[in-house]
DNA sequence: AATCTAGTTGCGAGCTGGTCGCAAAACCGA
DNA sequence: TCGGTTTTGCGACCAGCTCGCAACTAGATT
C-alpha cells in the first residue's frame, strides 16, 4: 500500500468536494472517507474524533469510529489533515493548511484559534537557545478564556 | 478536609525536606506521601506518574499508583506541583516554582526546558488579541531536537 | 501512653481515548 | 463483470487515569 500523496498540497488547487479530493490524492474514495473528509471540510476548526464520528455518521450511518481514527490518520499521512494535542483531552483534528495556534480553555474547554503571527519570534528563540524547532499547529495552548477569568 | 495552605510558597522558605514541607502546608505527612514528595525533590524536571511511583517505591515498596496519582492532586492543590500535558503521552508533574516551559521532540520523546523569558511578548500578544491568558508551564511545546532533525 | 476519628491507603473495578487482528465487504482497474 | 487489494465493522485489547470501599494511620485529645 502505497501512501504518499500524488497530489502536492501546495501547488494543487483544493477541491472542497471530498471525494475528488481523496482521488486527486491517490487514494481509494470509499464511502466512510469521503463522510469523513467531507464532514471535516463542513466543519471549521479542531475537532475530536468522537465528534467526528457522530458528523460523519449523518452521512453514513454504519461508519464506526475505529474507522474515524484510521481515515484520520490516512489523511494525516497524506498532509490534508493535522493532529493538535490539546492538554488532557482528546486529540484534536483539522485540514491542514490552518497552521493558527490552537488555545484550549483549562476551565471551560472553549477553544480559540490564535493567528500564527505573533508567535515567529518565539519560534526562532526557542530553536537559537535549545535546537529544538517547534512544530506549532501540533500542540494547543492552555490558559483561561476572558469569560471564564470573570467567573473567577 | 481543608485543602488550602498554611504556608505560602512566596514568602516561605522551602526546606527540601519532604516530610517538613509537607506538614508546613499544613497535611499529614504519610509514608507515602513523603515518599513521593521526596522522590519528585531528588528527581529534578518534569517526570510521569509511573516512573515517579517506581522511584517513591524505592523508600516505600508497598505504595500504590493510585495514591501517587492522589497524591500529585494534593500537592498541586497546595501549589507545590505543577501538571504539564505533554503530547500524545502520560502527562507530566514537576515541583513548582519552575515555570520554564516543557518541550518534547515528536520523534524520540527527549525533553527539553525552554527559560520562559522568551515567551512574556507572547502572552501578552495572546491576550490583547483573544483575551485568552496562557498559563505556560502547563502545557508543553512540540517540536524535534536537534539530535532528531539531523537523522531526517 | 491509650484512645479516638477524620483523613489516607491499597486494591480492584471501571472509564475514556485510542489501537489492533480478523473475516467480510467494497473499490476500481482490467 | 471479475479479481485482487484495500478497507471496513466489529470486538477485544491497551494505557492512562479515577473511583468506591474497607482497612489502616497520623496526630489531636485525653
Known sequence: MRR???ADLDTTPIPHD?????????CRATRPRVAV?????RHDGP???????ELAQANEPSIHEATVYRTIGVLSELGLVNHVHA???????????NNDLVAVCQDCGA???IPQAAFGPMIKAVERESGFVLEP???????VC???LELR
Open 4 to 6: 504518499e500523496p500524488k
Open 18 to 26: 471530498a471525494e475528488a479530493l481523496l482521488q486527486q490524492f491517490g
Open 37 to 41: 473528509l467531507d464532514a471535516l471540510i
Open 47 to 53: 475537532i475530536d474524533a468522537t465528534t467526528l464520528t
Open 87 to 97: 492538554g488532557h483531552g482528546p486529540s484534536l483534528v483539522r485540514l491542514a493548511g
Open 111 to 113: 477553544i480559540a484559534d
Open 137 to 143: 499547529g501540533h500542540f494547543a495552548l492552555e490558559g
Open 146 to 148: 476572558a469569560d471564564c
